[in-house]
């Protein structure tokens, strides 16, 4: 089958589009998908690059990808609620840079939903509500969302507003326009932030929901008192590697299926519904797939990448 493989760590030259890869079979609860778009996140050059073996050991050769959206071309032993033919989206076990792909955490794809989007939810839905929810933000507060305006802030800052949070969002100042749009006020990124973020929302920040990383944490403690009488547990962080440094939690994916097909199903009928937007950066075919890891590692993507097998 068509597919990008690596057989070593390093930069995007190590990835090869074959046309000759196996195709893999689904084992017990599994489901195997013929992939119609496959999501590219940056945690799949962190894994190209051998940065996260600790959490996430590589076979070689592997094939890269978590997140895809495509048809059920065959059932594991023991599935239960899907059948041959059905369209679905989610996460891949074997990689979402091919023709094929197999998992066990998918969802049904409402009819609405364009691939595009159904692939860009999964990473970016399952981390906007799953951070809200660990952070408690409710209406009436003042969320700080640093990075609002890639596809994990995007969605954050829909869910948030709609709860009824006031969300300053840091972003470029093209993409300010972008995030009144969402209902979110903007500062600029940079030396003086916490000033801005201040006088954005003088009724002080209530939590802060750390997207970008790029040194903001002590940003984010200061905005919430300082170190010695921060509230750090509404702090949270899913870019930044120092964040321990901090007494700061790194948010992971939640565990709990359940929970995460309620979020996703909720978002998917709010997509097809008008009230919940996504952003889509660039659609690119897989054979383009280092270039596509190459955009998203200048951390400077407008939206979501997608490849089309």
């Known amino acids: 089958m068509e597919a990008i493989v690596f057989e070593e760590f390093g930069g995007s030259e190590v990835l090869r589009h074959v046309t000759s890869a196996e195709v893999p079979e689904p084992g017990p609860g599994e489901v195997r998908l013929r992939v119609a778009a496959a999501g590219v996140n940056p945690m799949d050059w962190k894994v190209r690059r051998g940065l996260l073996e600790e959490f996430f050991p590589t076979t070689f050769p592997a094939v890269p990808g978590i997140e895809v959206a495509g048809t059920v071309d065959a059932l594991g032993e023991g599935v ?9 989206f989610g996460w891949s076990r074997t990689g979402g840079y091919a023709r094929y792909a197999v998992g066990d955490r998918l969802l049904p794809k409402p009819a609405g939903l364009s691939w595009e989007d159904a692939v ?27 990075g609002a305006a890639g596809i994990v802030g995007t969605v954050a800052v829909q869910l948030a507003v709609a709860a009824g949070v006031t969300v ?18 903007p500062v600029a990124y940079g030396d003086g932030l916490a000033e801005r973020v201040r006088a954005a929302a003088p009724q002080g920040v209530d939590a802060v929901f750390d997207a970008a990383g790029h040194g903001v944490l002590p940003v984010a403690v200061e905005l ?16 930044a590697t120092d964040a321990a440094e901090f007494g700061i939690p790194y948010s992971v994916p939640e565990q709990d299926f359940s929970r995460v097909r309620e979020w996703l199903t909720a978002q998917a009928a709010g997509v097809v519904a008008g009230t919940l937007r996504l952003r889509l950066a660039d659609t690119l075919p897989l054979k383009e797939a280092a270039r596509a890891q190459d955009l998203s590692e200048t951390g400077h993507v407008r939206g979501k990448l997608v490849l089309l097998p």
């Open 224 to 239: 919430l008192g300082g170190e010695g009488t921060a509230r750090k547990e509404r702090i949270a962080t899913i870019a």
């Open 168 to 185: 300053v969002g840091s972003a470029s100042a093209s993409n300010h326009a972008y995030l009144r749009g969402l209902g979110a006020i």
């Open 80 to 88: 239960t609620g899907l059948a041959v033919g059905d369209e679905v």
């Open 120 to 146: 860009g939810l999964p990473v970016a839905g399952e981390t906007a509500a799953r951070v809200l929810a660990a952070l408690g933000v409710r209406e009436g507060e003042t969320l700080f969302l640093h």
